[in-house]
């Protein structure tokens, strides 16, 4: 064998193994994407979660990691395909995934700049490389891409490619999706998009940040152009629609949707998460009970009672001090407005669900309440006297001096007057002559938080949530039946086709009448005691202010005949707000303020409360009293005299 035929045999033996190494390097990529086009034909993409009002007012638009709204292909308009293909892809709808032709006169191109200056990718290829493939510039991911591209095109529609691309395709500012990038830029739905608009989108994927409209219009606008004239160059507009298209200047946002209620939407999340873990990725459209306009006042109300505030008492300035509010109708159990703080933006801190604080005397209704359903009349006497209490601790005992607001004593007074004006020390002897054991018993069985044995509960020393605080006022509001709160009216699960209606969920507690009687009750706190800022003659309202150890607290629990509201206020520190800053002087205002605005959207709402059967009045010391099977008429006392029951 000659020297040469050596040289032939090996270089024959080289070229075969590089083959055959080429060959199976090759065939390693296929099999590598086998099934990583199911990730393609199986298109699942994460979908946003949208919110609404009862009324189908859009509130928000909340996801994990991709903002995607999806768009089927038939409600694709026709003419964002065709900017589309005209952009990216003309000649899409004949080759079989890719375009040889491009390739090589990109490659071409190439050559001659000495780098990389026009692309070739097809539009099936960008979304193999959008889904399945990373853009970094490899061989291997480019022989991938080319295998996975050819392969969906044998297995999807050219349409269905197309739907594909437009769902998944980043458009900066966090949008997927043509149809979310179209709503956010420019707060329209695709159909009522302008060309101008539409080529606005397109131009986006090449380099959303460099073409982002909200921060670089020019640089938009003149890709858009360039996307019109070739359109107009292809014979697919007219020159009347390309003179409108690039004389047009479209209005661009930079949002998606304003919040309009954050904390509510916020708490719809929270109760739904632990149910559908889902629910932020898989398109669920959430129906709330929240009334839009009722929210914006809600929210109106404590910014201004919060800037009252402020101008009133200059120290509070760059405080803590912050507030929340929850309204619903105690009926039904639904919440219409709910806000946990005086701004979103400052602290996303949710104080109606996620803080515990005391209620101080807004408690004393349920209080009462025990009182009246142990045969007390509203007319009874108890002793406003003061009292030294030994309280006995590990270390030491101590000594508890209750006081009244006022400083001062009133002997025997009513139930109603010592509900009225707040009296801590008649409160106190009331619990007292009842037995603490009864007492706390009884708050447990309306539904608070277990207590511990202490007379100081008397006066609200329990911490507790403002959600669950509003759904126990409902046993007083709503005569004697604890309805549920609930904030969630709808649940839409697209990819399940099912709708879900929460149901409203009621407890029967006492009789109608007895709770009748703590209604009228605590109207005269409004009428006449330590309400009385909340007071409007032009509805019934009954109410409790509630104002913790050192003006901490400062509360005001209200409702109509059909509508319920509680007002907080405090530092987030829980610092004192400053002497005198009751329930009364610091959130009955913002009560007021709200039901006045209020009564202007929904004039609707019930003004009287109904009197129901069992409750009869009698008179006593020359005043009409009320009295119920369970509450009969109290025996006439002289002052010094003790009560008899």
Same mark, same amino acid.
């Given at each position: 064998? =000659?020297?040469?035929?050596?040289?032939?045999?090996?270089?024959?033996?080289?070229?075969?193994?590089?083959?055959?190494?080429?060959? @199976?390097?090759?065939?390693?990529l296929y099999e590598d994407t086998k099934f990583a086009s199911e990730k393609i034909v199986y298109y699942n993409p994460?979908?946003?979660?949208?919110?609404?009002?009862?009324?189908?007012?859009?509130?928000?638009?909340? *996801?994990?990691? $991709?903002?995607?709204?999806?768009?089927?292909?038939?409600?694709?308009?026709?003419?964002?395909?065709?900017?589309?293909?005209?952009?990216?892809?003309?000649?899409?709808? %004949?080759?079989?995934?890719?375009? &040889?032709?491009?390739?090589?006169?990109?490659?071409?191109?190439?050559?001659?700049?000495?780098?990389?200056?026009?692309?070739?990718?097809?539009?099936?290829?960008?979304?193999?490389?959008?889904?399945?493939?990373?853009? +970094?510039?490899?061989?291997?991911?480019?022989?991938?891409?080319?295998?996975?591209?050819?392969?969906? %095109?044998?297995?999807?529609?050219?349409?269905?490619?197309?739907?594909?691309?437009?769902?998944?395709?980043?458009?900066?500012?966090?949008?997927?999706?043509?149809?979310?990038?179209?709503?956010?830029?420019?707060?329209?739905?695709?159909?009522?998009?302008?060309?101008?608009?539409?080529?606005?989108?397109?131009?986006?994927?090449?380099?959303?940040? &460099?073409?982002?409209?909200?921060?670089?219009?020019?640089?938009?606008?003149?890709?858009? !152009?360039?996307?019109?004239?070739?359109?107009?160059?292809?014979?697919?507009?007219?020159?009347?629609?390309?003179?409108?298209?690039?004389?047009?200047?479209?209005?661009?946002?930079?949002?998606?949707?304003?919040?309009?209620?954050?904390?509510?939407?916020?708490?719809?999340?929270?109760?739904?998460?632990?149910?559908?873990?889902?629910?932020?990725?898989?398109? *669920?459209?959430?129906?709330?009970?929240?009334?839009?306009?009722?929210?914006?006042?809600?929210?109106?109300?404590?910014?201004?009672?919060?800037?009252?505030?402020?101008?009133?008492?200059?120290?509070?300035?760059?405080?803590?001090?912050?507030?929340?509010? &929850?309204?619903?109708?105690?009926?039904?159990?639904?919440?219409?407005?709910?806000?946990?703080?005086?701004?979103?933006?400052?602290?996303?801190?949710?104080?109606?669900?996620?803080?515990?604080?005391?209620?101080?005397?807004?408690?004393?209704?349920?209080?009462?309440?025990?009182?009246?359903? *142990?045969?007390?009349?509203?007319?009874?006497?108890?002793?406003?006297?003061?009292?030294?209490?030994?309280? +006995?601790?590990?270390?030491?005992?101590?000594?508890? +001096?209750?006081?009244?607001?006022?400083?001062? =004593?009133?002997?025997?007074?009513?139930?109603?007057?010592?509900?009225?004006?707040?009296?801590?020390?008649?409160?106190? !002897?009331?619990?007292?002559?009842?037995?603490?054991?009864?007492?706390?018993?009884?708050?447990?069985?309306?539904?608070?938080?277990?207590?511990?044995?202490?007379?100081?509960?008397?006066?609200?020393?329990?911490?507790?949530?403002?959600?669950?605080?509003?759904?126990?006022?409902?046993?007083?509001?709503?005569? @004697? %039946?604890?309805?549920?709160?609930?904030?969630?009216?709808?649940?839409?699960?697209?990819?399940?086709?099912?709708?879900?209606?929460?149901? $409203?969920?009621?407890?029967?507690?006492?009789?109608?009448?007895?709770?009748?009687?703590?209604?009228?009750?605590?109207?005269?706190?409004?009428?006449?005691?330590?309400?009385?800022?909340?007071?409007?003659?032009?509805?019934?309202?009954?109410?409790?202010?509630?104002?913790t150890n050192e003006y901490k607290d400062a509360w005001f629990v209200g409702f109509t005949p059909n509508s319920q509201?509680?007002?907080?206020?405090?530092?987030?520190?829980?610092?004192?707000?400053?002497?005198?800053?009751?329930?009364?002087?610091?959130?009955?205002?913002?009560?007021?303020?709200?039901? %006045?605005?209020?009564?202007?959207?929904?004039?609707?709402?019930?003004?009287?409360?109904?009197?129901?059967?069992?409750?009869?009045?009698? =008179?006593?010391?020359?005043?009409?009293?009320?009295?119920?099977?369970?509450?009969?008429?109290?025996?006439?006392?002289? $002052?010094? $005299?003790?009560?008899?029951?």
């Open positions: 064998m =000659t020297r040469f035929q050596k040289i032939v045999i090996r270089f024959l033996i080289f070229t075969i193994t590089l083959m055959i190494a080429i060959g @199976g390097y090759i065939f390693y994460p979908l946003s979660a949208r919110f609404y009002d009862r009324n189908h007012n859009l509130l928000a638009i909340r *996801y994990k990691d $991709e903002n995607r709204l999806y768009v089927k292909y038939k409600d694709i308009p026709g003419r964002v395909i065709e900017t589309l293909i005209a952009t990216e892809d003309t000649s899409f709808f %004949e080759h079989p995934g890719i375009n &040889i032709n491009a390739i090589i006169r990109a490659l071409i191109k190439d050559i001659k700049a000495g780098k990389k200056v026009e692309g070739a990718s097809t539009i099936t290829q960008q979304l193999v490389r959008n889904i399945y493939l990373s853009r +970094k510039k490899t061989l291997s991911r480019k022989i991938k891409e080319i295998f996975l591209s050819l392969k969906i %095109e044998r297995i999807l529609t050219k349409e269905e490619i197309l739907e594909r691309y437009l769902n998944q395709i980043y458009f900066g500012h966090r949008y997927y999706g043509i149809k979310t990038a179209a709503l956010g830029y420019f707060h329209k739905d695709l159909k009522d998009l302008s060309l101008k608009e539409t080529a606005m989108l397109i131009a986006l994927p090449k380099g959303p940040s &460099i073409y982002d409209p909200t921060r670089h219009y020019e640089a938009n606008t003149k890709r858009a !152009n360039s996307i019109i004239k070739r359109m107009y160059n292809l014979g697919w507009i007219t020159k009347a629609e390309l003179k409108k298209a690039l004389s047009e200047n479209p209005k661009v946002y930079n949002y998606l949707v304003k919040p309009k209620a954050p904390y509510a939407v916020d708490t719809a999340i929270r109760k739904l998460l632990p149910k559908y873990p889902d629910l932020l990725t898989r398109g *669920y459209n959430i129906t709330l009970t929240i009334d839009l306009p009722t929210q914006e006042i809600a929210q109106k109300t404590l910014k201004w009672n919060y800037q009252r505030l402020i101008k009133e008492n200059p120290e509070l300035n760059n405080s803590t001090l912050n507030g929340a509010l &929850i309204n619903i109708n105690q009926k039904t159990g639904e919440v219409l407005a709910l806000v946990g703080g005086v701004d979103y933006k400052k602290s996303k801190f949710n104080r109606v669900i996620q803080s515990k604080r005391s209620v101080g005397s807004s408690i004393k209704p349920f209080i009462y309440q025990i009182a009246l359903n *142990y045969g007390y009349n509203p007319a009874s006497k108890i002793a406003d006297i003061s009292r030294v209490f030994k309280i +006995k601790t590990p270390q030491e005992d101590e000594v508890w +001096k209750p006081k009244n607001y006022e400083r001062n =004593t009133l002997g025997l007074i009513t139930l109603r007057e010592a509900l009225v004006h707040s009296r801590n020390l008649a409160t106190i !002897n009331l619990v007292r002559d009842l037995g603490l054991d009864v007492v706390i018993n009884n708050l447990e069985k309306f539904g608070f938080p277990k207590m511990p044995y202490n007379l100081s509960i008397s006066l609200g020393s329990i911490g507790i949530d403002m959600w669950r605080f509003s759904e126990l006022y409902t046993i007083i509001s709503n005569y @004697g %039946e604890k309805s549920k709160l609930r904030i969630i009216k709808e649940i839409d699960i697209p990819f399940e086709n099912k709708k879900i209606i929460p149901k $409203e969920a009621h407890q029967n507690i006492e009789p109608a009448y007895q709770a009748y009687l703590m209604i009228n009750m605590m109207e005269d706190v409004v009428k006449k005691g330590t309400g009385r800022k909340a007071f409007m003659p032009q509805i019934q309202i009954a109410g409790k202010t509630g104002t509201t509680i007002i907080w206020f405090g530092k987030d520190n829980a610092k004192s707000l400053g002497k005198r800053m009751s329930g009364g002087r610091v959130s009955a205002p913002a009560f007021k303020y709200f039901y %006045e605005h209020l009564l202007k959207v929904h004039p609707e709402l019930l003004r009287k409360f109904i009197t129901p059967q069992g409750v009869k009045t009698y =008179t006593i010391n020359g005043k009409k009293e009320l009295y119920t099977p369970l509450s009969p008429p109290a025996t006439e006392q002289k $002052e010094g $005299e003790i009560p008899i029951f």
